[in-house]
């Protein structure tokens, strides 16, 4: 395990700093929460540190705000600016409207008056009609900053630090289609073309162009007849298979996801509490909430985590960077190695942090990216640079005196 069995290289280097500076904001140290009890000392520099942003919403708090500091969501989750942006401006005329909207219900149901209560209805949900459509079409576009999308959540002071985990995968993905032409009626078409093609070269008239189409169309109607129809298409082509034509087509980024596997062994009572107070604190932001007041219709998401890692009280910028996550998964093995638990001499019931305590706890969080990444993205790095679409109307080849991989 990397927290007992470290291999890092020793560089020369001054004295490491103590646990005190586990993270450079002071405003996360009061409610900072960390295992090992001396994590980031001489012999655990590395570690991880996962800051928590509650949904805005929210009235179960655990922390206090954090000003200024903001999740680090870039872009405001790509692809989600223009729609999410109008959508912002149009969500509080919608209460306004749903508020109004209730308070009539009501007011018509305790009159008993049904003419009044089925004319209110129909107003207010023209009323959110048009809102909804002037909002989707001009409403908010200067007033909101494209770059944010739909921000729910805010930074809070709950931090939690742990040593570093045995496996930091990065894994980027995209998403790909394969698409078969060659197995559609489009596909069957343009092959008896091409083989028409070939006739009308050799001078064939317009029968033996026919000719020439109509075995790919057949074969093609066959095949849409099951097991039977492709039993026929083999026996009537002399065990020839149908050539796919394979395309590769792009359809899609994919979010990246993290796994991160902790190995918890508490040494004494009060780190035992810190190692239940962690599982509590990820468990409980983890969870969503019920909207007060919608009879349980609705809901507000769970908490979205920045994650970090840190080296001696500062980032470490030789490990790529995270964006906002969410945590899918959190898996917790009591006994990983069979069940064994502390007990406390004289003590004769359990007790939180003492006895029935279990020697050792497997944490595996699972984290997904709430953005996907696009080219000129800070997660990536500075690898491209910006250049200038060329103009379609210039042929590069001659304009100028130029020619491509060539001087003047």
Same mark, same amino acid.
């Given at each position: 395990?990397?927290?007992?069995?470290? $291999?890092?290289?020793?560089?020369?280097?001054?004295?490491?700093?103590?646990?005190?500076?586990?993270?450079?904001?002071?405003?996360?140290?009061?409610?900072?929460?960390?295992?090992?009890?001396?994590?980031?000392?001489?012999?655990?520099?590395?570690?991880?540190?996962? *800051?928590?942003?509650?949904? =805005?919403?929210? $009235?179960?708090?655990?922390?206090?705000?954090? &000003?200024?500091?903001?999740?680090?969501? %870039?872009?405001?989750?790509?692809?989600?600016?223009?729609?999410?942006?109008?959508?912002?401006?149009?969500? +509080?005329?919608? @209460?306004?409207?749903?508020? #109004? !909207?209730?308070?009539?219900?009501?007011?018509?149901?305790?009159?008993? #008056?049904?003419?009044?209560?089925?004319? $209110?209805?129909?107003?207010?949900?023209?009323? =959110? !009609? *048009?809102?909804?459509?002037?909002?989707?079409?001009?409403?908010?576009?200067?007033?909101?900053?494209? /770059?944010?999308?739909?921000?729910?959540?805010?930074?809070?002071?709950?931090?939690?630090?742990?040593?570093?985990?045995?496996?930091?995968?990065?894994?980027?993905?995209?998403?790909? @289609?394969?698409?078969?032409?060659? /197995?559609?009626?489009?596909?069957?078409?343009?092959?008896?073309?091409?083989?028409?093609?070939?006739?009308?070269?050799?001078?064939?008239?317009?029968?033996?162009?026919?000719?020439?189409?109509?075995?790919?169309?057949?074969?093609?109607?066959?095949?849409?007849?099951? &097991?039977?129809?492709? %039993?026929?298409?083999?026996?009537?082509?002399?065990?020839?298979?149908?050539?796919?034509?394979? @395309?590769?087509?792009?359809?899609?980024?994919? !979010?990246?996801?993290?796994?991160?596997?902790?190995?918890?062994?508490?040494?004494?009572?009060?780190?035992?509490?810190?190692?239940?107070?962690?599982?509590?604190?990820?468990?409980?932001?983890?969870?969503?909430? %019920?909207?007060?007041?919608?009879?349980?219709?609705?809901?507000?998401?769970?908490?979205? !985590?920045?994650?970090?890692?840190?080296?001696?009280?500062?980032?470490?910028?030789?490990?790529?960077?995270?964006?906002?996550?969410?945590?899918?998964?959190?898996?917790?093995?009591?006994?990983?190695?069979?069940?064994?638990?502390?007990?406390?001499?004289?003590?004769? /019931?359990?007790?939180?942090?003492?006895?029935?305590? +279990?020697?050792?706890?497997?944490?595996?969080?699972?984290?997904?990216?709430?953005?996907?990444?696009?080219?000129?993205?800070?997660?990536?790095?500075?690898?491209?640079?910006?250049?200038?679409?060329?103009?379609?109307?210039? *042929?590069?080849?001659?304009?100028?005196?130029?020619?491509?991989?060539?001087?003047?």
């Amino acid at each position: 395990m990397a927290l007992f069995n470290l $291999t890092d290289i020793k560089f020369k280097t001054d004295r490491r700093q103590g646990t005190e500076a586990l993270v450079s904001n002071s405003k996360y140290r009061r409610d900072l929460l960390r295992y090992p009890s001396d994590l980031g000392a001489t012999d655990k520099g590395h570690y991880i540190v996962i *800051n928590i942003n509650e949904q =805005i919403n929210t $009235t179960q708090s655990t922390g206090e705000l954090v &000003a200024g500091d903001l999740p680090t969501i %870039i872009g405001g989750r790509t692809g989600a600016d223009t729609t999410a942006g109008n959508l912002a401006a149009v969500i +509080p005329n919608i @209460e306004k409207i749903g508020s #109004t !909207f209730g308070q009539s219900i009501k007011n018509n149901i305790e009159n008993s #008056t049904i003419t009044n209560l089925v004319t $209110t209805a129909g107003d207010r949900i023209q009323d =959110i !009609f *048009n809102l909804a459509k002037d909002g989707l079409t001009n409403l908010g576009f200067k007033e909101i900053d494209p /770059k944010i999308g739909v921000r729910t959540i805010r930074r809070i002071s709950d931090t939690i630090a742990l040593y570093m985990p045995d496996t930091l995968n990065f894994s980027y993905g995209q998403g790909y @289609e394969q698409l078969e032409p060659g /197995k559609e009626l489009t596909g069957a078409v343009l092959a008896g073309l091409s083989s028409a093609s070939g006739t009308i070269r050799g001078g064939g008239d317009a029968a033996e162009i026919l000719k020439s189409v109509a075995p790919f169309v057949a074969n093609y109607a066959l095949r849409e007849f099951g &097991a039977t129809g492709k %039993i026929l298409f083999a026996a009537g082509t002399g065990g020839k298979v149908n050539n796919p034509m394979l @395309e590769i087509a792009y359809s899609s980024p994919e !979010f990246r996801s993290f796994r991160f596997d902790f190995m918890l062994y508490p040494r004494d009572e009060k780190e035992a509490l810190e190692v239940q107070n962690i599982i509590n604190k990820l468990r409980f932001h983890q969870a969503p909430e %019920i909207v007060k007041n919608t009879g349980g219709f609705f809901l507000y998401p769970p908490s979205e !985590f920045d994650i970090s890692f840190y080296y001696n009280g500062s980032e470490n910028p030789n490990i790529p960077k995270i964006s906002t996550c969410v945590l899918t998964t959190i898996d917790t093995d009591y006994a990983p190695n069979g069940f064994s638990a502390y007990e406390v001499p004289g003590e004769m /019931k359990a007790q939180l942090g003492r006895t029935g305590m +279990p020697v050792a706890i497997r944490l595996s969080l699972n984290f997904k990216e709430t953005e996907y990444l696009v080219k000129g993205s800070p997660l990536l790095g500075e690898i491209g640079r910006q250049r200038e679409r060329p103009d379609p109307t210039i *042929n590069t080849t001659t304009a100028g005196g130029y020619a491509p991989g060539g001087g003047q």
